[in-house]
């Protein structure tokens, strides 16, 4: 089996940070693709930053300039600096990435159970 677990979230001020930390573990062959998402009450899920398996880190406008994400391969562990944070970020963050497991041909999706972060005004 494969597990994403996220970690880092909690209550900031605004204009504050805060590191967000996604380990994978389990019957790990390679990961593909890597992203977080959020979830806002009331709003649907969206994409904060994706990090292909090839070319660039892709964010989303509303993030661009202030959140960054990286990825060590040799840890399983994806990061996301988060700065200048506004109250409209808070939202529980989650972890996606496409895995290949061991014995298996082919990747597949998984999640983190998410981490919620909230930002006060």
């Known amino acids: 089996q494969v597990q994403l677990v996220e970690s880092g979230g909690g209550l900031v001020q605004a204009g504050g940070s805060l590191r967000l930390s996604c380990a994978a573990s389990g019957s790990i062959f390679s990961i593909n693709t890597m992203g977080w998402y959020r979830q806002a009450p009331g709003k649907q899920r969206e994409l904060v930053a994706h990090?292909?398996?090839?070319?660039?880190?892709v964010y989303a406008d509303s993030v661009k300039g202030r959140f960054t994400t990286t990825r060590d391969n040799a840890k399983n562990t994806m990061y996301l600096q988060m700065n200048s944070l506004k109250p409209e970020d808070t939202a529980v963050y989650y972890c996606n990435a496409n895995i290949i497991r061991r014995g298996v041909g082919y990747g597949m999706d998984y999640w983190g159970k998410g981490t919620l972060v909230t930002v006060s005004s």
């Open positions: 990090i292909p398996t090839a070319g660039s880190t």
